[in-house]
């Protein structure tokens, strides 16, 4: 019987009777251990000998892998702790419906001193809107997808010397923290390396600089500016060189520009000066303006009209001119001090104010940026929306449904012809402006004016009321 | 609520009666509303292995229900509705389920539950007449004897044919051999689809379904792996209709090749094995298959100490009714009785009551088996034509060749086996500590793992 036989033998005679069969012979002969089994008929030894044949490559024959595998480093533990296991059903279901609304969770999360669960949600290699804290996975989605078996070096502090054992990611966030703590050294480290990325890199870690900006950078941004074989890079580094006041010079286009703009003054006694846009009389006209503001930086503006940047944005006349004043703050924000944009994002009023603070929100603080959330929640009646886009990730309201926003959502959400999925927006937007106390009240306001607990559309303020705020407070 | 909006909500006079024998405790589980009362839910065990998810919307009537019914509302709905208009059970407060959620999250509009009255004034709707028990009919003693001899001409008739069916199978496989391999591989979709519909014809229902994806499993393994893995399908089918041979009659044997028992008559068996445990939903599977049915798998892991480690409860359903919603979570855990089919090595089985769904912490994953090559094969001794085994896998890692495969690896490097697809993000960026998994036609299908990230799903 077949306990006699050896495995072996069995496996050696299986080629042949692979062989056989795949070709359309027949093969009984090629397995004379089995011969009794097979018996006589010659049909019914094929279909015998299929059967036992089957089995035994079904289970003794197993595929092997090619002689190296290779396994990917572990995904590595964020500095910040992963959301309580009883919450990340819900941020699975805000993480679900697309991108847009995965950056903001993240954000808001990061902001409350939390990180997703790597299984619900992880950055690829190439995401660049993520918060810095998810750096260690940034990278390794990258060596995920490049075949490379690197090891990260995550404690390795970053230096001229160390930076190719950085992923990218990494090194970028490491440059950022090395900015923050020691200026001088981020500075040395980027004129030793800066120049071995290609210009999309060169243009990331060049504007790291932003931060903690200041006279030493000059010679090294001068370097840039002149030198760079890119130029967008160039103009990042004259858009830096100009926030420190070192612009180019006066030349014929600022002067140009400055015709836009007469100087003149006004009162009697104290007479003061108002810079009030040319009416425009063309399209040409309209149409050269525009380009040479695209051009220009804030001090050669200034200085063609003889006056210093401060004093410019002083005697401005806001309103007057809406197109005039979006580039004015445009120009601003490319080109002006810190203290400058502060300036102007006090300044600013009126019909346009939302949308001249949103071109301002890159460069405000969190706190800032909350205030004039805020503000324009209040004063302008802005929805939700638009107020998140503003206040950013880390903006903490304790009563925003008291705004005018929210007394029009819950009239809307009131009304006999309301739809189920109506105004899901407005209320994902209120769940990441509010703080985690004005996330619990608004969610009784709307569940008093009829929502079910239940309503996906309150998932993100219910996020918010559940989840421990951890983070710092702008 | 009232019975009267129940009354109008249903499209005739069936539903009503349907919902009425349907408007009792023992057919509900997870029976619960929303704190502020406005929505109500509930699983009902339908003629599945898998219960129904129905839910309603008070404010407006509006609701939703897992099965494939075409009326709108279903029986179940109407059930529930019931149940919660007379308080027969209690709508125990509670949050919330995702399930729910979703439905509500999809809803467009408040019309959707309006009464369907206005549609069909002429319908006359009577809710005693629902509720009145029809009188047994008393049979006559000839009657019975005749209905049951003409069961076993039917039951008789249906073996022949069964077995006729088999010869020519016996023919195609031998057929296939002399004919090549090779030639077989290359065309195994047009030949299986043949022989198909001639076990179709010969009442080996499920025997056909079975060879209607043969294809599909052969086409998923590397080129190279094709002959061997045609040899042992077919070898399979040769054993199969060889058991079938030597008991007919057996109940596992009529399942495999024809159809399967009902749900009443797995219920009714006294013989059945019925465990009532703690289960963890391991995963669920939703496959079309060519036959045009959807099969809806749900793998289940007993983390109790007694019964079968695995259970898998299977339902199919035409594909025309649309898409399914699932019936159960992964990574859900509940306290619940499951009834098994008769078999040598039981698995398939039915939900015959559960509690509600409860915290998934706690309980431990039992112990995975000693030795992998004997959990890949034991199965297979008792029946060797099965495709589909579940394993409970050592620690181990997922690693790739350098033709981008993936491969599971235990961790002391002594076994590997390839994975059907390619695993990304945390499962191949971590230890699996225990990993649970389908182990079919030299594939491996991962359906969730315990990691140092706690419990993972295979597409998390």
């Not at chain 1, 404690?155 to 970028?172: I, Q, Y």
């Not at chain 1, 197109?323 to 346009?352: F, H, R, Y």
Request: glycine share 8%; hydrophobic share 45%.
């Amino acid at each position: 019987m077949t306990d006699a036989i050896r495995p072996e033998a069995i496996y050696d005679a299986m080629g042949a009777v692979l062989t056989r069969w795949t070709m359309g012979s027949a093969a009984a002969q090629a397995a004379p251990f089995w011969r009794a089994e097979l018996g006589e008929d010659p049909a019914e030894a094929e279909l015998r000998l299929l059967a036992l044949s089957g089995q035994f490559l079904g289970i003794a024959v197993t595929a092997e892998p090619a002689m190296s595998l290779r396994v990917l480093p572990d995904i590595p533990r964020l500095a910040l702790p992963t959301l309580p296991e009883a919450l990340r059903p819900l941020a699975r279901r805000i993480l679900a419906p697309k991108k847009m609304a995965q950056a903001e969770l993240v954000h808001f999360l990061a902001a409350r001193g939390w990180t997703t669960h790597p299984a619900d949600w992880m950055p690829s290699g190439g995401d660049d809107d993520v918060p810095e804290v998810y750096a260690p996975w940034c990278d390794w989605a990258e060596i995920a997808a490049s075949g490379s078996a690197a090891r990260q070096r995550p404690n390795e502090v970053l230096t001229a010397d160390t930076w190719d054992d950085f992923w990218p990611t990494m090194r970028k966030a490491a440059l950022a923290s090395l900015r923050r703590r020691d200026p001088a050294a981020a500075r040395a480290v980027l004129e030793a390396k800066l120049g071995n990325e290609n210009a999309e890199t060169r243009l990331r870690l060049l504007a790291l600089l932003a931060e903690r900006l200041s006279e030493d950078d000059i010679a090294f941004l001068e370097g840039i500016a002149a030198n760079d074989r890119a130029p967008k890079v160039k103009t990042l580094a004259s858009s830096l060189l100009a926030r420190l006041g070192h612009g180019s010079a006066i030349d014929a286009e600022a002067a140009e520009l400055a015709g836009f703009f007469p100087v003149k003054t006004k009162g009697i006694f104290r007479r003061t000066q108002m810079i009030e846009a040319e009416r425009l009389k063309t399209p040409a006209q309209w149409q050269r303006r525009r380009a040479l503001f695209a051009r220009a930086d804030l001090a050669s503006f200034s200085g063609s009209l003889g006056m210093t940047p401060d004093a410019l944005i002083g005697c401005w006349s806001w309103n007057a001119d809406p197109e005039a004043d979006t580039a004015l703050v445009g120009l601003i924000v490319a080109s002006g001090s810190d203290s400058e944009v502060a300036q102007v994002a006090d300044l600013v009023d009126g019909p346009n104010a939302t949308g001249l603070l949103m071109v301002l929100a890159p460069r405000l603080g969190p706190a800032a940026r909350a205030k004039f959330a805020v503000t324009a929640l209040n004063a302008q009646g802005i929805r939700f929306e638009l107020a998140q886009a503003m206040a950013g990730p880390a903006a903490r309201l304790d009563d925003p449904l008291s705004a005018p926003a929210g007394k029009t959502l819950l009239a809307a959400l009131r009304r006999d012809d309301a739809k189920p999925a109506d105004f899901g927006g407005e209320l994902h937007a209120l769940g990441l402006i509010a703080s985690r106390e004005g996330a619990r009240r608004s969610l009784e306001r709307l569940t008093a004016a009829g929502l079910v607990q239940g309503d996906p559309r309150l998932d993100m303020l219910r996020l918010n009321a559940a989840l421990d705020d951890r983070g710092e407070k702008p | 609520m009232d019975l009267k909006a129940v009354e109008q909500l249903a499209t005739d006079q069936s539903s009503l009666k349907a919902a009425a024998g349907l408007a009792k405790p023992g057919k509900w589980s997870g029976v619960g509303g929303s704190h502020d009362g406005a929505l109500i839910w509930g699983e009902c065990a339908g003629s599945g292995a898998n219960p129904y998810r129905v839910m309603a919307d008070l404010r407006d009537l509006g609701n939703k229900c897992t099965c494939p019914s075409r009326k709108f509302p279903c029986k179940h709905v109407l059930g529930l509705l019931w149940l919660n208009a007379e308080a027969i059970v209690p709508f125990k407060p509670s949050d919330t389920p995702d399930w729910v959620s979703d439905w509500l999250g999809r809803r467009r509009g408040t019309s959707a539950g309006r009464p369907a009255a206005s549609a069909t004034p002429g319908a006359e709707k009577d809710l005693r007449a629902a509720r009145a028990v029809d009188a047994e009919i008393v049979e006559d003693p000839k009657d019975v004897a005749r209905r049951e001899a003409q069961a076993a001409r039917r039951s008789e008739e249906t073996e022949r044919a069964i077995l006729d069916a088999l010869d020519a199978l016996g023919q195609w496989i031998g057929d296939q051999l002399r004919l090549g391999l090779s030639g077989f591989i290359d065309d195994a979709t047009a030949r299986c689809r043949r022989i198909a519909a001639r076990l179709v014809d010969g009442k080996a229902a499920a025997l056909a379904g079975r060879i209607d994806e043969l294809p599909g499993r052969l086409l998923a393994l590397p080129p190279g792996d094709r002959p061997r893995g045609a040899v042992v399908e077919l070898g399979k089918l040769v054993l199969l209709s060889r058991a079938f041979r030597a008991a007919p009659r057996d109940a596992e044997m009529r399942r495999a090749v024809a159809t399967s028992e009902t749900r009443e008559t797995v219920l009714a068996d006294p013989g059945a094995l019925r465990i009532e445990a703690r289960w963890e939903v391991l995963a669920e599977q939703v496959q079309t298959r060519r036959d045009g049915l959807v099969s809806q798998t749900t793998w289940l892991l007993n983390l109790g100490a007694t019964g079968p480690r695995f259970a898998m409860l299977l339902d199919f359903f035409p594909a025309s009714a649309g898409k399914r919603g699932s019936v159960f979570t992964p990574g859900e855990r509940f306290h619940g009785e499951l009834v098994f089919y008769s078999s040598a090595q039981p698995l398939r089985a039915l939900l015959v009551q559960r509690a509600a769904a409860e915290e998934a912490q706690g309980v431990e994953w039992p112990a995975p088996d000693a030795t992998l090559s004997d959990a890949m094969s034991l199965l297979l001794l008792a029946e060797p034509w099965t495709i589909d085994i579940p394993l409970l896998l050592p620690q181990g890692r997922i690693a790739r060749d350098e033709a981008g495969g993936s491969w599971w690896r235990s961790l002391d490097g002594t076994s590997a086996l390839p994975v059907a697809d390619t695993p990304e993000g945390l499962l191949c960026g971590t230890d699996l500590s225990i990993t649970a998994a389908i182990w079919s036609g030299n594939r491996l299908t991962i359906l969730a793992a315990q990691t140092p990230w706690g419990r993972i799903g295979s597409h998390d």
